[in-house]
């Protein structure tokens, strides 16, 4: 059974990050389309997302602070 769960999993995860890099590059992903290049355009969407999270907690922790 947790094989099975397993495999669900890796199939919810592919499926959500097959929408991400349709919908951010709107690209459509077919079974001919490269899986390197989909896996290098997942890791790049990723660290974009971290990097925007990251600044966005750093203006939300300079709010109400002056600037002397």
Same mark, same amino acid.
């Given at each position: 059974?947790?094989?099975?769960?397993?495999?669900?999993?890796?199939?919810?995860?592919?499926?959500?990050?097959?929408? *991400?890099?349709?919908?951010?590059?709107?690209? %459509?992903? @077919?079974?001919? &389309?490269?899986? *390197?290049?989909?896996?290098?355009?997942?890791? %790049?969407? @990723?660290?974009? &997302?971290?990097?925007?999270?990251?600044?966005?907690?750093?203006?939300?922790?300079?709010?109400?602070?002056?600037?002397?």
């Amino acid at each position: 059974m947790s094989q099975m769960a397993s495999q669900s999993n890796i199939e919810d995860d592919f499926t959500s990050a097959a929408f *991400l890099v349709e919908k951010e590059l709107g690209v %459509e992903l @077919t079974p001919e &389309y490269p899986a *390197l290049k989909f896996v290098t355009q997942l890791e %790049e969407i @990723t660290k974009y &997302y971290k990097k925007q999270n990251e600044e966005m907690e750093r203006t939300k922790s300079m709010r109400g602070k002056s600037f002397r």
